[in-house]
């Protein structure tokens, strides 16, 4: 079958586009003219990457359209006026988990770590298709599993079924959409009802405790009263270990190569998981060691004296427990963050707990704030500001002043980030704030 996706470089579509190519299909796609790094694996698999043009819709082709894209698309409208077979992102990946033993991930933070160890431990082990939030797909036929990473963002994972699921937390997020935490827990209580396997969760999340469902929950965490518990947790400089225990048995000594606790966490559902489904838990815990981390979550680069960071961290909870892992592994060395906020909304709620958070750090700069479903004049009160203004030290930070050449004779046109010599400088946000990681190495280097 030929498949066109319209919006191929989002994460999500990425990763499908690279399944279905996998599958035997034969795949392109249409997106904007600029890099974004989702597109880096499309075209390890030389598949076609063509800008936005009716033309490119043809009669013999399947349409998958991304979430982002509506009737004003000039391919999504040629694409109604053939008739062509279409689907939307949701629902060709909702064929596919029926296809499968799918094991879904949600939660507000996590998942996509949680979904990339899944699947590298048991692709390595008995092979396993996945469909990871950071745009990486794999698939082959044979496989019995598929994990896919579930998101919550206006009930999207509610289009799925999946035979098993695991919850990280939950936490208030997308406020442009829910309502209250309340709403959101509903979302999450029925999306758990779509389950008839198992349901793995995080215990020590007293939102997840709450949640009114009749259904047996296997519950993972560092408190007692989970049915999976890590002891004996040492945090250093070289990574995480721990002991799991299931009601009281040992299970086996673990040795992470991420840092921070709530990557003790996510292992910890992985190898629950694994421990229920029969692996081989000293063949998990090899398996384990060899992880590299999910895209764009702590992707370090060193120049120097520093270390630049890329996180996808856009949450306060994300963003503390990221800085947090940092300090971990680079004690002794100035902590610098930049956070680039994606929507007005999101600061409106949370910029006491952002600038808490940034105040970990001992440096903070704060862009603007960008989003691409609101609008300024929707928040014309919602600025950076209420963040930096909150910071022990804290700065604006155009990003200008990272685009622009440095002339180190001229005092005001010095990136403010060059005054770092032996920092770890970490840029965090849901967009393309790589971009201002790899605009800033130039300059480094």
Do not use: W
Not at 30 to 38: A, G
Not at 49 to 72: C, L, Q, R, S
Not at 381 to 393: A, G
């Amino acid at each position: 079958m030929k498949y066109h996706f319209i919006g191929i470089k989002g994460s999500g579509m990425s990763a499908l586009a690279q399944i279905m190519h996998d599958l035997g299909n034969e795949v392109e796609g249409s997106d904007v003219n600029h890099h974004l790094f989702t597109e880096d694996a499309l075209k390890e698999r030389n598949i076609k990457i063509m800008p936005f043009d009716e033309n490119n819709i043809k009669e013999d082709m399947i349409v998958v359209i991304g979430n982002a894209f509506d009737n004003n698309n000039v391919e999504v409208k040629r694409a109604l006026e053939l008739g062509v077979k279409k689907y939307n992102y949701y629902e060709l990946l909702h064929d596919l988990v029926n296809e499968y033993e799918s094991i879904a991930i949600c939660g507000c933070h996590g998942k996509t770590t949680t979904t990339a160890l899944l699947g590298h431990v048991f692709d390595d082990i008995v092979g396993a298709n996945y469909l990871i939030g950071d745009g990486t797909g794999h698939a082959k036929d044979s496989n019995k599993y598929f994990f896919l990473e579930a998101c919550e963002f206006k009930r999207h994972f509610l289009n799925y079924y999946p035979k098993h699921i695991i919850l990280t937390n939950i936490e208030l997020d997308h406020t442009d959409y829910y309502k209250d935490l309340d709403d959101m827990k509903n979302a999450y209580e029925e999306f758990l009802r779509q389950c008839d396997g198992l349901v793995i969760a995080c215990g020590d999340d007293a939102n997840v405790r709450s949640l009114k469902i009749d259904k047996d929950i296997i519950y993972y965490g560092f408190n007692k009263d989970n049915d999976f518990i890590c002891k004996n947790v040492v945090l250093n400089q070289n990574g995480s270990s721990f002991d799991a225990y299931y009601k009281e048995d040992f299970i086996g000594h673990f040795d992470l190569p991420l840092y921070g606790k709530h990557m003790v966490l996510n292992a910890l559902s992985v190898i629950a998981f694994s421990y229920l489904k029969g692996l081989d838990i000293k063949e998990v815990h090899e398996s384990i060691k060899t992880f590299k981390g999910a895209k764009r979550r702590f992707k370090e680069n060193k120049i120097g004296n520093i270390i630049t960071i890329d996180d996808y961290a856009h949450h306060p909870t994300e963003i503390k427990v990221t800085l947090e892992a940092i300090r971990q592994k680079y004690p002794d060395k100035e902590l610098v963050a930049v956070f680039l906020e994606n929507t007005f909304s999101r600061t409106k709620q949370f910029y006491k707990e952002y600038a808490d958070a940034l105040n970990i750090a001992d440096k903070a700069y704060v862009t603007d704030i960008f989003s691409d479903r609101e609008t300024q004049e929707e928040y014309p009160t919602i600025t950076p500001m209420l963040i930096v203004d909150r910071l022990k030290n804290g700065e604006h930070l155009k990003i200008g002043n990272i685009e622009r050449l440095i002339d180190i004779n001229d005092i005001e046109c010095i990136n403010p980030l060059l005054r770092h010599k032996d920092a770890v400088i970490v840029f965090m946000g849901c967009k393309e704030v790589y971009d201002l990681k790899e605009k800033l190495e130039k300059v480094l280097k």
